[in-house]
């Protein structure tokens, strides 16, 4: 028998991953509220729930796409959330970069699936490409259960040990790139003391010893007040839930507390006071 594949957060990732899965030839059931994002994913092939609730009934494998641990918690918890209503047998996997903290929280629930983390790096592109790369957190057979049905838009997918440690990978892993962001910043500041047009330094960075990550994404947004436009959002979300994550279990954030409150990009109203302090994200 083919296992149903619940799909919850059809936004600007969860889109593309679902026409993946359709693609692959999964059985894809989508939960959306919007008639217009209802109506394109039935014309790609996937059959539509009714509720959060009736999705989680009829799926095998409940993959969520969604922005923050708000909406985890919104649409997950209570009588008509997709954890009360989960098929007996069934897995979730979130693919949400927020706090293990939440995940404890749903899997407490008695009718709980088994539940794993799965947060991703990565964009449209690499979705579409089949190159999305995936941390996923969770008992064995899980993950290996799991795994099957990403590798439809994952490759590489990264197995990191027990539910929480995924999350914990990625929340570093954006950490250090909001870091690495501020120096960047800080480096094109300097640059235009000495003369050097912010432009001209990005392109030189993208093919010199000095580049990062960070420094090739502000190149292709077209420099640092477009990138800190767009990317402000999640680098925001995803530096509360890290200090908050290391508040929670005392770790010391160290040099990176260091720069994140000292950099030029304002990318939290805490970060200044204190960047341990959990910052609000909003309800992908």
Same mark, same amino acid.
């Given at each position: 028998?083919t296992?149903t594949?619940g799909f919850?957060g059809?936004g600007q990732?969860?889109?593309?991953m679902?026409?993946?899965l359709?693609?692959a030839?999964? !059985?894809?059931?989508v939960?959306?509220?919007r008639d217009d994002v209802?109506?394109?994913? +039935?014309?790609?092939g996937?059959?539509?729930?009714d509720?959060?609730?009736?999705?989680a009934?009829?799926?095998?494998v409940?993959? +969520?796409?969604?922005?923050?641990?708000?909406?985890l918690r919104e649409?997950?918890?209570?009588d008509?959330?997709?954890i009360?209503?989960?098929?007996q047998?069934a897995i979730?996997?979130?693919?949400?970069?927020g706090t293990t903290?939440?995940?404890?929280?749903?899997a407490?629930?008695?009718?709980a699936?088994?539940? %794993?983390d799965?947060p991703?790096?990565g964009?449209?592109n690499?979705?579409?490409s089949?190159t999305?790369?995936v941390?996923?957190g969770?008992p064995?057979a899980? %993950?290996e259960?799991?795994?099957?049905?990403?590798s439809a838009?994952?490759n590489p997918?990264?197995?990191?040990?027990?539910?929480?440690?995924?999350?914990d990978i990625?929340l570093? !892993?954006?950490l250090?790139?909001a870091? !690495?962001s501020?120096?960047v910043?800080?480096a094109?500041?300097?640059g235009?003391?000495?003369?050097v047009?912010?432009?001209a330094?990005?392109d030189?960075l993208?093919?010199?010893s000095?580049g +990062?990550?960070a420094?090739?994404?502000?190149?292709?947004?077209?420099g640092?007040?477009s990138?800190?436009?767009?990317?402000s959002?999640?680098?925001?979300?995803d530096?509360?839930a890290?200090?908050?994550?290391?508040a929670?279990?005392?770790?010391d954030?160290?040099l990176?507390?260091?720069?994140?409150? +000292?950099?030029p990009?304002?990318l939290t109203?805490?970060?200044?006071? !204190? %960047?341990?302090?959990?910052?609000?994200?909003?309800?992908?």
């Amino acid at each position: 028998m083919t296992d149903t594949i619940g799909f919850i957060g059809a936004g600007q990732l969860g889109g593309p991953m679902i026409a993946r899965l359709l693609g692959a030839g999964h !059985n894809v059931l989508v939960f959306a509220r919007r008639d217009d994002v209802r109506q394109q994913l +039935s014309a790609q092939g996937a059959e539509l729930a009714d509720s959060v609730a009736d999705l989680a009934r009829r799926s095998d494998v409940l993959i +969520s796409c969604l922005f923050s641990d708000d909406q985890l918690r919104e649409l997950g918890s209570g009588d008509e959330g997709f954890i009360a209503n989960a098929r007996q047998g069934a897995i979730f996997v979130s693919h949400t970069t927020g706090t293990t903290a939440t995940l404890r929280e749903l899997a407490a629930d008695p009718a709980a699936p088994v539940i %794993v983390d799965a947060p991703v790096s990565g964009g449209v592109n690499e979705i579409a490409s089949g190159t999305l790369t995936v941390l996923i957190g969770g008992p064995d057979a899980a %993950v290996e259960r799991a795994s099957a049905v990403l590798s439809a838009y994952a490759n590489p997918i990264i197995a990191t040990g027990t539910l929480g440690t995924a999350l914990d990978i990625k929340l570093i !892993n954006n950490l250090l790139f909001a870091a !690495n962001s501020q120096l960047v910043a800080a480096a094109t500041s300097l640059g235009v003391q000495l003369g050097v047009e912010p432009g001209a330094l990005l392109d030189a960075l993208a093919v010199c010893s000095g580049g +990062s990550s960070a420094s090739f994404h502000m190149q292709q947004a077209g420099g640092l007040d477009s990138f800190q436009s767009a990317a402000s959002p999640f680098l925001r979300k995803d530096i509360g839930a890290c200090t908050s994550a290391a508040a929670e279990r005392k770790a010391d954030l160290g040099l990176l507390r260091t720069v994140l409150a +000292s950099g030029p990009l304002d990318l939290t109203a805490k970060t200044r006071e !204190n %960047v341990a302090e959990k910052v609000p994200s909003r309800n992908t």
